[in-house]
């Protein structure tokens, strides 16, 4: 029996539909856990009950005596048929701002060539986490002199259609002092075993040492996403300010950053990758 080993390697050219789809699948997810968490949450079951109760009385649907055990089930339909409602409402809250995000990221440059984007500068790179033959997860690290821009090849105009917008060279060569992580998603099955700390410690890592110019990380993230949340937490990332708010409750879209003089401070308290 062949022993597998989870091994994180440099992206190679046929990886390119992989890493796209991938990238478009966790920011959907957070659309996912947002609708979930929305669902469960006690505003609102609170407004589900009450809705509920008051097209029961409305209707007359309270359980009759005279029905017996099968009376029981006369409420049943008003809880079934409003609570489809309002799972339909918090998709169609939160669905837009997702969707409209995922476009927009699908449509940046460093996914329109990504080799050459990511060559740039010798502390970018996208790594592929396999165990085995099977894929586990990546991380994107841009330490470009564009690390910063969310700028876009596809804008919105006023009257709702779209255009390409090549204005600016988005290949050329250099190394700015803060880098950031664009992308950084894990399967789920794997989660549990913490394999996104490994993955992160190995691209910080690389920022850090394959060019003296980086000198802090950064990226976006939300608490929707707890694993990749918390994983930055355990590095040493801190929230440095509150971005925006996502979904129907608001969840904070926070920027997180991390010094390399903080990160050389708990270096050598990890284990070697």
Known sequence: MVDHEAVIRPYRSDDEKLVKFTVGKAVMEALAVANRRAAFHPLTLSVWVAASCIMIQSLGWWPEPEHGWLGWLSPLPAFGCLGFAILFALDWINRPYFEELTSDVLHRPDLADIHKYYARSPS?????????????????????????????????????????????????????????????????????????????????????????????????????????????????????????????????????????????EDEGKRPSI
């Open 124 to 264: 970018s790179g996208i790594f592929i986490l396999e165990y085995g033959s099977r894929f586990i997860g990546l991380i994107a690290i841009d330490a470009s002199t564009d690390s910063r821009s969310n700028q876009s090849f596809v804008k919105k105009t006023e009257d709702g259609k779209f255009f390409a917008d090549k204005s600016k060279d988005f290949y050329s060569k250099g190394t700015t002092s803060t880098a950031t992580i664009r992308h950084f998603y894990v399967e789920e099955p794997f989660r549990k075993s913490e394999v996104q700390n490994d993955l992160l410690q190995f691209a910080a890592r690389h920022a850090f040492t394959m060019a003296e110019d980086v000198q802090g990380l950064e990226t976006l993230a939300t608490p929707l996403l707890d694993y990749v949340y918390r994983s930055l937490g355990e590095l040493g990332f801190t929230v440095e300010k509150h971005i925006s708010k996502v979904g129907v409750y608001g969840w904070t879209l926070d920027l997180m950053s991390l010094e390399k003089v903080r990160w050389k």
